[in-house]
């Protein structure tokens, strides 16, 4: 596996693990918050340090910020959800605890602004690991 590949892993799998476990006991604020900005400064100093002519560890360095960006990013939505309807917002994703995934399964408790939030933060996540570099710092 070469050090893309490896970023591109750190970077999916950390956020996903984020999004999903928002809510989850085992995953606390203090945990979140530690790993993600331990992740971010390691690639915030390789984004830093390395050549513009080693382009695969730029990219592995800029792959270790995105799951600090998804936190500030989740948290951002949870404000603005908090400021709409007094209360975080629910995450409406497939394979969520906090939703009813059965085939004709009611969410009467799920707001549009829910749904807005969920998807925005799930693509922020995924596109800004898959194309993210392309956009901010040109083609590979």
Known sequence: MNIYMLGFSIALTVS????????????????KW????????????????????????????????IPFLTLIIDEIF??????IHGRDFYLYLTHSDEIDNSIF???????????????ALFLFAWFSTIFGYEFFFGSI
């Open 34 to 65: 530690g790993l993600a900005s331990v992740v971010f400064i390691v690639g915030l100093i390789g984004l830093l340090y390395f050549n513009k002519l080693d382009k695969m560890k730029l990219i592995f360095s800029y792959h270790l910020t």
């Open 16 to 31: 996903t693990v984020f999004i999903y476990g928002r809510k989850k006991a085992w995953l606390n604020s203090t945990i």
């Open 78 to 83: 949870k404000r603005f959800s908090y400021y």
């Open 105 to 119: 399964g009611k969410n009467p408790h799920i707001k549009f602004s829910d749904i807005a939030f969920s998807f």
